[in-house]
């Protein structure tokens, strides 16, 4: 069952087992507000048991891409089109972040974009391969983030 994402009143429900629950819930509560302000469009999770395809499908895009395969257990995704974007997000235990962009016209932007919570360390599986820049954010307080642009077709 699909759980809106509140932006106003940050919860951690879903997210208890995080180390850092609080700023993995200002993450998740930052990406809301974005898609709320920008689309208009509310975001809402399902449990990693019910999201195993968006997360199959992020696995996916992260192996065939770059042979990248995530240590840290899903927690909760979302995929959904808005303004011609399919957009899927997971949120993993440890405090990552990771969405993908697929515009679905040809010429399109396609990426996947990593967000750290506040307060965990760069995974080591990204830890040698991406640079990380700080954003403030009054949601989540410091948010670092990288991506890379996808060359193949999903």
Do not use: C
């Not at 995530?70 to 957009?87: C, H, M, N, S, Y």
């Amino acid at each position: 069952m699909a759980t809106e994402v509140d932006f106003q009143t940050v919860s951690t429900e879903g997210l208890e087992s995080s180390p850092v629950a609080d700023a993995l819930a200002g993450l998740r509560a930052n990406e809301a507000r974005y898609f709320k302000n920008k689309y208009d469009h509310v975001f809402t999770v399902e449990p990693a048991a019910q999201a195993q395809d968006e997360i199959a499908h992020v696995a996916r895009i992260l192996k065939e891409e770059r042979d990248i395969v995530i240590e840290a257990k899903p927690l909760e995704a979302t995929r959904f089109t808005v303004d011609g974007i399919q957009w899927t997000y997971v949120f993993y235990d440890n405090g990552l972040s990771i969405n993908v962009l697929y515009t679905l016209e040809e010429s399109g932007k396609r990426a996947v974009g990593f967000k750290l919570s506040d307060g965990m360390e760069v995974p080591p599986e990204l830890a040698s391969r991406f640079k990380f820049a700080r954003q403030k954010s009054k949601l989540a307080g410091t948010i670092r983030g990288s991506y890379f642009v996808i060359k193949g077709e999903y």
